[in-house]
């Protein structure tokens, strides 16, 4: 059983930062693709920025320049940096996650979402 464990969300003025991370436990063999993702009252879920294993990382053109994110393979864990948020970055956002477990099984998976609230 592999889960996904999210936490660092929060309120916080608009130009503040956030740090969020996640954390992934259980029968992991390896992990892959991590990201974060974001919903917001009344819209869809999207993207906000992918990692690879090798670390190379891909930004939604909204957070560019504001977001980073990272991971430490060691720990299976991935972060995502925060800084100059704006009201419309409030949203729960979820990580997620490509997991071979230990019985070879790949899957994604998602964490449980962690609020984010940016005030104006």
């Known amino acids: 059983q592999v889960q996904l464990v999210e936490s660092g969300g929060g309120l916080v003025q608009a130009g503040g930062s956030l740090r969020l991370s996640c954390a992934a436990s259980?029968?992991?063999?390896?992990?892959?693709?991590m990201g974060w993702y974001r919903q917001a009252p009344g819209k869809q879920r999207e993207l906000v920025a992918t990692?690879?294993?090798?670390?190379?990382?891909n930004y939604a053109d909204s957070v560019k320049g504001r977001f980073t994110i990272s991971r430490d393979n060691a720990k299976n864990t991935v972060y995502l940096q925060m800084n100059s948020l704006k009201p419309e970055d409030t949203a729960v956002y979820y990580c997620?996650?490509?997991?071979?477990?230990?019985?070879?099984?790949?899957?994604?998976?998602w964490g449980q979402g962690t609020q984010v609230t940016v005030s104006s």
């Open positions: 997620n996650a490509d997991i071979v477990s230990t019985s070879y099984t790949a899957r994604r998976y």
């Open positions: 259980g029968s992991i063999y390896s992990t892959n693709l």
């Open positions: 990692i690879t294993h090798g670390e190379s990382t």
